[in-house]
């Protein structure tokens, strides 16, 4: 499809495990973002790249967060020893440019830990 | 930080009716955008609107824009059971005018009623 992409869908860890969140955007979208969404609540920006290039990751809570974008295209959203309150919807989102574009988001991975 | 304030938090209407949300934010922006959720769904873009325009419309829908009240307002006409939704305004972070992070709010959440 043309739409930006994400797996899993749903992803069920238990306390303490590592997960791995990948996202395909919009062939071509130069910029890629990741927000974290709590049950009732607005998303919540964690990184953002522009191709390759990390160039905001101040919204990402601790250093058990990690995003890559190697090739400018996938990336890949860690979190290593996972917590109980990181248990969200983890939104990928893409757009062609960087500032007044729209963000075209994919319809998240669901992330609970037990 | 949150940027945009929604208003009400839950609107509950039958079909055929209008749907109106406000929102409220606190800095300057270049911009404001409306975005719509689906229940369990990513978010889809609806309007953008720019700082110099005060009123945009898009099919049923009608976006105005207040600068100097720092308010929007999204008028949804002749509802459908299928707007059924979370809505958020959405405007770049101030702070971070080269990325185009976005920060939501908590949003409303409108029921239509068939």
């Known amino acids: 499809g043309a739409g930006v992409s994400q797996s899993p869908r749903y992803k069920v860890a238990k306390r303490g495990q590592d997960v791995a969140l990948r996202c395909d955007p919009i062939s071509g979208h130069v910029s890629l973002f990741w927000y974290q969404q709590a049950l009732g609540q607005g998303p919540e920006f964690l990184t953002y790249f522009q191709n390759e290039a990390q160039l905001d990751k101040s919204g990402l809570p601790s250093d058990r967060f990690f995003a890559e974008r190697p090739e400018g295209s996938v990336s890949t959203l860690k979190i290593q020893r996972t917590q109980q309150e990181d248990s969200a919807v983890y939104l990928c989102?893409?757009?062609?440019?960087?500032?007044?574009?729209?963000?075209?988001f994919g319809d998240g991975t669901r992330l609970s830990i037990l | 930080s949150q940027q945009g304030e929604e208003d009400p938090q839950a609107l509950s209407i039958q079909e055929g009716e209008n749907a109106t949300m406000n929102c409220s934010y606190k800095?300057?922006?270049?911009?404001l955008q409306w975005y719509r959720q689906n229940s369990g769904r990513g978010l889809v873009h609806l309007i953008l609107i720019r700082s110099n325009e005060r009123e945009k419309h898009s099919g049923r829908l009608r976006v105005t824009l207040d600068t100097s009240k720092k308010s929007s307002s999204l008028l949804i006409t002749a509802s459908r059971a299928a707007d059924t939704a979370s809505y958020f305004c959405v405007s770049p972070d101030p702070g971070s005018s080269n990325t185009g992070k976005l920060i939501f709010g908590q949003g409303t959440t409108l029921q239509v009623k068939p």
């Open positions: 989102a893409s757009s062609f440019g960087r500032v007044n574009q729209p963000q075209h």
């Open positions: 800095t300057s922006i270049n911009n």
